[in-house]
């Protein structure tokens, strides 16, 4: 009984694992913050499991932020600062991306508040 179940395990471990999916691009991020409506572009380059590239608001006059993140397989997270006001605010998003990397839903972390958001690849 024993050989039946390290065969099993044996084939397992030559299984292919799932690989990360692709999220270079740009992207449409929809969110709110204090109840008021969000858009983000951010465009993203993915090399192996990192993630680089920079964001930008639709909704003013905002200069682009460099992001830093990473993927495992299907879980996406990467943040930047902004100055508002005269001081440092960490953005930071942590999503969750469909089998097809062609949108992504998660929560958007700044400062203290956090909000729900969705993405779809432009």
Request: glycine letters at 8%; charged letters at 10%.
């Amino acid at each position: 009984m024993k050989l039946p179940a390290l065969l099993v395990l044996g084939v397992l471990a030559l299984a292919p694992t799932a690989k990360a999916a692709d999220l270079s691009g740009l992207w449409i991020i929809s969110s709110s913050i204090v109840q008021s409506p969000v858009t983000m572009d951010c465009s993203i380059l993915q090399v192996g499991v990192g993630l680089s590239g920079w964001c930008e608001s639709e909704n003013s006059d905002a200069t682009p932020a460099a992001l830093t993140g990473s993927i495992n397989q299907n879980t996406a997270s990467w943040a930047y600062t902004l100055t508002v006001q005269g001081q440092p605010m960490r953005v930071a998003y942590q999503t969750t991306v469909t089998g097809d990397a062609k949108a992504m839903s998660g929560q958007l972390t700044y400062g203290v508040s956090s909000a729900t958001l969705s993405a779809v690849r432009k």
